[in-house]
């Protein structure tokens, strides 16, 4: 049995994030931290399957919910300040919401812009431990985004459309050198990893990836010998 604990963190008087933490009543040793998009929030069909997923499999949740978009101070900034304020909203909430837990270690899944705040904690390291990771749609045009993955020595899921404006043919088979990262490309499917006009085939292409996620998960559990 699950309880879900549901509220906000209130990092400064411009940034409050909400926040959805799905815990076992049972205590478990693994958690995923999920960073969803701009448009593409946790309500959303992959953010509600990968839920599941991680709940079968033993994994606690927690979506952050973050709302940077929306505040007027935020459009204000630079792309490296709203690199850090994306980051530090991410960070706050995990220590806060996490500081009384021992899960011994971290799934790490985002999708489009949750995948700069999740690359910065790759170098950074303040909050996971023995992380694994799912990147969803990454934002690989960024170099912050690419050079992360390219040179990570954690366990990683990279999914994205053919069809997705930040995909390049070239960046992916340079990231298929790292034998760390598991890649999956989904055929005319877009930044949502939807195929436009034929919905048949965007279920298909979720059935593999919640496949793909799936495997990955079950690999990887924090509740398994890896």
């Not at 994994?59 to 490296?80: A, E, G, M, P, R």
């Not at 799912?134 to 990570?152: A, Q």
């Not at 890649?183 to 793909?212: C, F, Q, W, Y």
Request: glycine letters at 2%; a negative charge.
């Amino acid at each position: 049995m699950y309880e879900i604990i549901e509220d906000e963190v209130l990092r400064n008087e411009y940034s409050n994030i909400p926040y959805l933490w799905i815990r076992s009543k049972q205590p478990n040793n693994s958690i995923c931290i999920m960073l969803p998009g701009i448009g593409y929030s946790t309500q959303q069909p992959l953010f509600h399957y990968s839920t599941n997923l991680f709940a079968e499999n033993d994994v606690d949740i927690l979506h952050i919910n973050y709302n940077f978009i929306k505040s007027k101070q935020f459009v204000k900034l630079n792309k490296t300040e709203q690199e850090h304020w994306m980051y530090e909203d991410v960070r706050i909430v995990v220590s806060e919401v996490l500081k009384d837990t021992n899960y011994e270690k971290c799934f790490l899944l985002s999708k489009s812009i949750g995948t700069i705040p999740m690359a910065m904690e790759w170098a950074e390291k303040n909050f996971i431990n023995q992380p694994m990771g799912i990147w969803l749609t990454p934002l690989l045009k960024e170099n912050l985004v690419f050079d992360t993955l390219l040179k990570t020595d954690i366990p990683s899921l990279c999914v994205i459309g053919d069809q997705d404006q930040h995909y390049m043919q070239e960046r992916i088979s340079i990231l298929e050198t790292n034998k760390l990262i598991s890649t999956l490309v989904i055929p005319n499917a877009n930044h949502s990893l939807e195929v436009n006009g034929d919905i048949v085939a965007t279920i298909e292409a979720m059935k593999v990836i919640i496949n793909r996620m799936q495997d990955f998960i079950r690999i990887h559990s924090m509740n398994r010998e890896l």
